[in-house]
């Protein structure tokens, strides 16, 4: 099994930014990809970004490509998210999610096994 712990959510301004963090602690030797998603209120959990565990592969949604940078550390099995030039349309709770597998559509949440508690973040105007 594998736990995954998000942080690092808040309040910004448009045009700011954030860091989020997803913690791994577990079978993480076993993972192979890791992703953000995001989920606005009434609307579906969509994909932001993501990246194999041991690095590279890295695919972003067209709506934050240029803006989000995924990113690793090895020795922390930590994952980033930085998100710059926020903008209100950012404004959802995000989640970390990993999968063992190694064969999936990278931006479907069905390809992923292992889910966070979700950090909020929220863009105001």
């Known amino acids: 099994q594998v736990q995954l712990v998000e942080s690092g959510g808040g309040l910004v301004q448009a045009g700011g930014s954030l860091r989020l963090y997803c913690a791994a602690s577990?079978?993480?030797?076993?993972?192979?990809?890791v992703a953000w998603f995001r989920q606005a209120p009434g609307q579906e959990r969509e994909f932001v970004a993501t990246?194999?565990?041991?690095?590279?592969?890295?695919e972003y949604a067209d709506s934050v490509q240029g803006r989000f940078t995924i990113s690793r550390d090895n020795a922390k099995n930590t994952v980033y998210l930085q998100m710059n030039s926020l903008q209100p349309e950012d404004t959802a709770v995000y989640y970390c999610?990993?999968?063992?597998?190694?064969?999936?559509?990278?931006?479907?949440?069905?390809?992923?096994?292992?889910w966070g508690q979700g950090t909020q973040v929220s863009v105001s105007s």
């Open positions: 999610a990993a999968t063992n597998r190694r064969f999936g559509t990278t931006y479907y949440r069905g390809s992923y096994d292992y």
């Open positions: 577990g079978r993480t030797s076993s993972l192979y990809r």
């Open positions: 990246m194999r565990w041991s690095g590279g592969s890295i």
